[in-house]
């Protein structure tokens, strides 16, 4: 496509033609011998043609430039069509010379209505326009970041947009209005809230399954801690009937002596009751039955904490207390043939919730009798050495060991190499999280003689 010259315009090249003819033309050449006046119209009809020359040359490049204009100007118009966020551009007055669609989509008008009114009209309450006016006004040439107002919707309603303003300068650097830019965050909220419930789901579900794996590995102890229930309730009730005894005895004394029986009678009576050997063991039973007592409660509070949703208070810990705890109800249910030996120091203070930590070293300890199942016996050493501000403590088992295959995905979660029906899959995955929760690392190797090795690294308590 060439471009037109105005009408009573000439080409550069036209002009210079006309004054090389009108030059020729009005001063003809003066007649000299030798063929001089044919020698001067030649040199005039090659200037004639260079001009032509130079004409097509200019109208080449003109053609072009004019190529490139469009092609830059429909890339610019695909951009601002293909925008998501709203482009105005408005003069010092504040009126709109320039939009893109997705203000006219937004407001529901046409981009030729838009022209020419004020960007304040879009704005649905008088404190946004309040906000916007001095910028749109030119009285400050200062920009606008993320500036949140009202526009007026297409169907009336109001609809919240963050805009920022950049002032539009001359060549001169001269304030010409505002180029104003602009994102709806009504979808941006949404997607914040939706992301938000989904978080809230996932926290939900997480506790959801450290819940059931607690409960898990619970149903698996529950012979364990049967009898570990049994040992000081036994010792409880066998003092009562003693008690109970002891009581009919020193009530036929009471009797006996309130009776105003003989002294000898009463001396007979002792003897024959035994009176002095029940009050004797009277300190012992009452002390052995609170014993029992607290041995009970004390193994109903660590179910309590253990099986409890996990909590996030952490508190001064005894880890050596936790062990023995977890060994004592994971031998009781595992096999005979399951034993432990421990190397630990006489107290192991961490900052940390018991009931978790309690869950991470029964998990460690179960899958170290549950590997070892094949074993004759079946070995787990526990042993414990400070590094720095750390304990570390080691589960070594005398099993078949991880497969290198596996270790990548040891503390992945739902994997497990046990049968179907034996194993949730959960449990190493959840004590890496409790761990991490709590400062520390839990890694798995393979020992140099053979069996897994777990490592527990928590920090210790502040002396």
Request: one cysteine or more.
């Given at each position: 496509?060439?471009?037109k ?17 009108n030059?020729s033309?009005?001063e ?9 006046a ?5 040199e005039?009809i090659?200037?004639?043609d ?9 109208e080449?490049a ?16 695909s951009v ?7 482009l105005v ?17 937004l407001?529901g008008?046409t ?35 993320d ?12 609809v919240?947009?963050?805009?920022s ?8 650097r ?8 602009g994102?709806?965050?009504g ?13 809230e789901d996932?926290?939900?579900t997480?506790?959801?399954?450290l ?26 009730l ?5 008690l ?10 009471l009797a ?25 063991d ?7 039955t609170?014993?029992?007592?607290e ?9 309590k904490?253990?099986s409890?949703?996990?909590a ?7 880890l050596?207390a936790?062990i023995?705890r977890?060994?004592?109800w ?5 096999a005979?043939t ?5 190397q ?12 978790q ?7 460690l ?6 590997a ?11 042993h414990a050495?400070?590094?720095g ?17 596996d270790m ?16 949730t899959?959960?449990?190493?995955s ?9 400062g520390?690392?839990l ?8 069996g ?12």
């Amino acid at each position: 496509m060439r471009r037109k010259t105005p009408a009573g315009e000439q080409p550069k090249g036209h002009a210079r033609a006309r004054r090389q003819v009108n030059r020729s033309t009005a001063e003809p050449p003066a007649e000299a011998p030798g063929g001089a006046a044919e020698h001067a119209w030649v040199e005039v009809i090659k200037k004639m043609d260079d001009v032509y020359h130079e004409l097509l040359d200019y109208e080449a490049a003109l053609e072009q430039k004019n190529a490139a204009l469009e092609e830059s100007q429909q890339f610019i118009h695909s951009v601002l069509k293909s925008m998501s966020d709203v482009l105005v551009v408005c003069n010092r007055a504040g009126m709109i010379e320039d939009l893109n669609p997705s203000l006219a989509e937004l407001t529901g008008c046409t981009q030729s209505e838009l022209r020419g009114h004020s960007f304040l009209e879009l704005l649905a309450d008088p404190q946004s326009r309040r906000r916007f006016e001095s910028h749109l006004m030119g009285h400050t040439g200062e920009p606008l970041a993320d500036c949140e107002v009202q526009l007026r919707g297409a169907a009336g309603q109001t609809v919240p947009v963050t805009l920022s303003c950049m002032p539009r300068l001359s060549s001169a650097r001269r304030p010409l209005g505002m180029v104003i830019t602009g994102r709806p965050v009504g979808e941006l909220r949404r997607a914040y809230s939706a992301l938000r419930q989904a978080h809230e789901d996932l926290k939900r579900t997480q506790q959801q399954l450290l819940l059931s794996e607690k409960m898990a590995s619970l149903g698996r102890l529950v012979a364990g801690v049967a009898h570990e229930l049994n040992n000081p309730i036994s010792f409880v009730l066998g003092n009562v009937v003693a008690l109970r005894k002891y009581l009919k005895r020193i009530q036929e004394y009471l009797a006996a002596m309130h009776g105003k029986a003989p002294v000898t009678s009463l001396a007979a009576t002792r003897e024959k009751l035994r009176i002095d050997r029940v009050m004797a063991d009277l300190p012992s039973l009452i002390d052995g039955t609170i014993e029992g007592a607290e041995r009970t409660r004390d193994i109903v509070d660590s179910l309590k904490r253990f099986s409890a949703p996990g909590a996030d208070e952490h508190e001064e810990v005894n880890l050596l207390a936790v062990i023995e705890r977890a060994v004592q109800w994971v031998t009781k249910a595992a096999a005979d043939t399951f034993v432990v030996s421990h190397q630990l120091p006489e107290s192991i203070r961490v900052i940390g919730n018991a009931g978790q930590l309690q869950q991470v070293v029964m998990n460690l300890v179960q899958n170290a009798a549950d590997a070892t199942a094949s074993a004759r016996p079946g070995l787990l050493r526990i042993h414990a050495r400070r590094s720095g501000a750390d304990i570390v403590v080691v589960f070594a088992d005398n099993g078949p060991g991880i497969a290198e295959a596996d270790m990548v995905k040891i503390f992945d979660p739902f994997f497990t190499t046990k049968p179907v029906g034996k194993g949730t899959g959960l449990g190493l995955s959840i004590s890496y999280g409790i761990v991490e929760h709590h400062g520390g690392h839990l890694s798995a190797a393979n020992g140099s003689d053979g069996g897994a090795v777990f490592t527990l690294r928590l920090p210790l308590a502040p002396d």
